[in-house]
């Protein structure tokens, strides 16, 4: 599988972007979807899922949980990731990633969120 995130951009705080990951191959559905995010000199961190298979279930992280929605089109091959109400902290390359199991063995280049306040 190969990813490819874009959407990224720079934005005012209390502002709105949405991230699209597109990917290649004919089994999409069957990825669990995860966005991480890495903010400048900090590691990396989860923000959210989507499990696979039409499920439509999805986990988030506290520190975006009600202002990020994370959804997909199986059809198209893209998940997304909607944000809203984005803060300065929000900051980061954000990447997409695909997992079968329990690790995440694809990743997409990132795509670069700037929040100014």
């Known amino acids: 599988v190969q990813l490819q995130a874009s959407g990224g951009g720079s934005v005012q705080a209390g502002g709105s972007l949405r991230l699209s990951c597109a990917a290649s191959?004919?089994?999409?559905?069957?990825?669990?979807m995860g966005w991480f995010r890495q903010a400048p000199g900090k590691d990396r961190e989860f923000v959210g899922r989507?499990?696979?298979?039409?499920?439509?279930?999805?986990y988030y992280a506290d520190s975006v949980k009600g202002r990020f929605t994370i959804s997909r089109d199986n059809a198209k091959n893209t998940v997304y990731l909607q944000m809203n109400s984005l803060k300065p902290e929000d900051t980061a390359v954000y990447y997409c990633?695909?997992?079968?199991?329990?690790?995440?063995?694809?990743w997409g280049k990132g795509t670069l969120v700037t929040v100014s306040s």
């Open positions: 990633a695909a997992r079968l199991n329990s690790q995440y063995d694809y």
């Open positions: 191959g004919r089994t999409f559905s069957g990825y669990t």
């Open positions: 989507i499990n696979c298979c039409n499920s439509g279930i999805t």
